[in-house]
């Protein structure tokens, strides 16, 4: 089972900037379309960033369009840089690994990290 590991979360003032780490040791991304959801207390999880496994398409939820930033490098790490925080931003952020080969599904996702936007 692949672990997925996000690194980058902590305490933000609001308007400051973050930038959030994916990566899976010994596992490389190559081929799989990743993802940044966010959870905050008492809500649904929400998709925020998603990269196509080629990495030449990218989506965002309408609430971070213009702030947030997914990339991935080398197939090993993906990234979410985090611009103009919010209050309302204010959430566990979790990775996602998602691949489809015929019949098969591969998705993985990691353990989560706080972003935690206040003053």
């Known amino acids: 089972q692949v672990q997925l590991v996000e690194s980058g979360g902590g305490l933000v003032q609001p308007g400051g900037s973050r930038r959030l780490s994916c990566a899976a040791p010994?596992?490389?991304?190559?081929?799989?379309?990743m993802s940044w959801y966010r959870q905050a207390p008492e809500k649904e999880r929400e998709l925020v960033a998603a990269?196509?496994?080629?990495?030449?398409?990218t989506n965002y939820a309408d609430s971070v369009k213009g702030r947030f930033t997914i990339s991935r490098d080398n197939d090993k790490t993906v990234y979410l840089q985090m611009n103009s925080l919010k209050p309302e931003d204010t959430a566990v952020y979790y990775c996602?690994?998602?691949?489809?080969?015929?019949?098969?599904?591969?998705?993985?996702w990691g353990q989560g990290t706080q972003v935690t936007v206040s003053s």
């Open positions: 996602n690994a998602h691949r489809r080969l015929g019949p098969l599904e591969f998705d993985y």
């Open positions: 010994g596992f490389t991304f190559s081929g799989y379309a």
């Open positions: 990269i196509t496994g080629s990495g030449g398409n």
